[in-house]
């Protein structure tokens, strides 16, 4: 038997055999990611062409599935996604826009689309999302933008992507 203490079992014995690790709530949200783009290394991103994102930084990659600026559903890792993106577009002029979104094995992934439309000159925009999609083994994710500001733009530091396999769903 064990002793109880105040919100917490120091040790415990468990008679039931059905009782295993598949039956615990938690787990460790792997694999995951993240990845930025640095202060000094701005990315140019063209106007009028959708332009898959470039990072410089890898924060962290649990799993070695991050390369090229794709990540790689390793093997044995399909199930629920959580992605989360921050992207980051300066000096949009009134009636610009741009958008951002997560293509799955090349094709976009019409639910997390973005589109943001300037209303006003010289214009910093900033548009962050997060999505949850359902991924089998070797499915490939990439992030995405768009602009149509007529010359080429810079995305700044703020460009972060990040994701993580949810455990217990």
């Known amino acids: 038997a064990g002793t109880l203490a105040t919100n917490s079992v120091d040790s415990a014995e468990l008679i039931d055999g059905a009782v295993d690790a ?9 694999p995951s990611f993240s990845v930025r783009i640095t202060d000094t290394n701005e990315v140019s991103i063209p106007d009028g062409a959708y332009t898959q994102m470039t990072y410089d930084t890898e924060l962290w990659d649990t799993d070695s ?63 962050c999302s997060a999505n949850i999609i359902s991924l089998t083994a070797g499915d490939t994710v990439k992030a995405y933008i768009y602009h149509n500001h007529g010359s080429a733009l810079d995305a700044t530091q703020k460009n972060r992507f990040s994701g993580c396999k949810l455990s217990g769903v």
């Open 22 to 30: 598949s039956h615990l709530a938690g787990g460790d949200n792997t």
């Open 65 to 127: 599935a991050w390369a090229s600026n794709t990540f790689t559903v390793p093997s044995g890792g399909g199930g629920k996604y959580l992605f989360t993106y921050t992207t980051c577009l300066g000096l949009l002029d009134d009636d610009e826009s741009y958008h951002s979104h997560i293509r799955v094995n090349d094709s976009p992934n019409y639910s997390t689309w973005n589109v943001f439309r300037s209303s006003h000159d010289n214009e910093d925009a900033v548009m």
